[in-house]
């Protein structure tokens, strides 16, 4: 029987039966056609891109257009998984109707089946807005990039009693306002555990330890594609960048040395033809 397309009911069941739920990062069509048919729950189009796959310093630069061109790409390669636009810096904060309007370009342009956006309290009424016009929010807290130069960098968030205290308010909330799920983004794995224990809705962790209800990688980080650095909390399952540095240089000494295109790679002409052809 045929693999079922994964819905929130799907992920919401995974939280209440205790099993984990998987999400990757996708960017382009071939890479979400890997994962969707190993079978990941949800594939989240990130604004990770900017860095990974754009080359910004952050992901601040990173427009509603380029978002929406590569979930459409993502899209084109996910048949089963539940997929998430990841709405960039300033789609969202201005006003609630940019909002809005933005989150219902990741659907009805780009096919997404739900939006993430980062923040608490102060995005809870845009979370609102957006639910309210039924289209599903992920949230994400604890280190949030768009807004990383105010938080002092890249450090990990909650590792005090009142930033803790913080996080776990700011997470009732916007599960208040509407969430289907939240992002734990490098926190403490105590304080996900008290936030994945008092929400009724899903934690997915990405450097937040193993109690939430599920885990979020960056596939470029997972596969090692990117690397300009590897974050303390990514297992690097396989090494690909060194992988693929050797193969170019190996095409480049065949090209340079004669090598290929060898008679395997080649078309040729009937020899009859070839006559026809020298006598033209």
């Not at 990941?40 to 990974?52: K, P, R």
């Amino acid at each position: 029987m045929e693999r079922a397309k994964t819905t929130l009911t799907d992920i919401n069941r995974k939280k209440a039966d205790g099993v984990k739920i998987s999400m990757l990062t996708a960017y382009d069509y071939p890479t979400a056609k890997i994962i969707d048919d190993a079978g990941i729950d949800s594939i989240l189009v990130g604004d990770s891109l900017g860095m990974v796959a754009l080359g910004y310093d952050s992901t601040v630069p990173v427009t509603m257009d380029e978002m929406i061109h590569h979930s459409k790409a993502v899209r084109r390669g996910t048949k089963y998984a539940f997929l998430i636009g990841d709405m960039p810096f300033l789609s969202y904060q201005v006003t609630k109707e940019d909002a809005v309007r933005n989150a219902g370009r990741f659907m009805k342009e780009a096919g997404c089946d739900a939006v993430k956006l980062e923040g608490g309290s102060e995005v809870a009424d845009i979370v609102k807005a957006i639910v309210d016009a039924g289209i599903p929010v992920l949230g994400h807290l604890g280190l949030t990039p768009q807004t990383v130069s105010k938080l002092g960098g890249y450090r990990v968030q909650g590792k005090d009693a009142d930033s803790a205290k913080k996080i776990i308010d700011q997470a009732l909330e916007i599960e208040k306002a509407g969430c289907f799920a939240i992002v734990l983004e490098c926190v403490p794995d105590q304080v996900a555990k008290i936030v994945t224990e008092k929400l009724s809705i899903p934690t997915i962790s990405c450097g937040a330890g193993p109690y939430c209800s599920g885990q979020v990688l960056v596939t470029n980080d997972m596969l090692g594609l990117f690397d300009r650095f590897v974050p303390k909390f990514v297992k690097q399952y396989v090494k690909l960048s060194p992988l693929i540095s050797d193969a170019v240089k190996a095409y480049k000494d065949d090209v340079e040395g004669g090598k290929f295109p060898g008679k395997e790679h080649s078309f040729v002409i009937k020899e009859e033809e070839m006559d026809k052809l020298r006598k033209a």
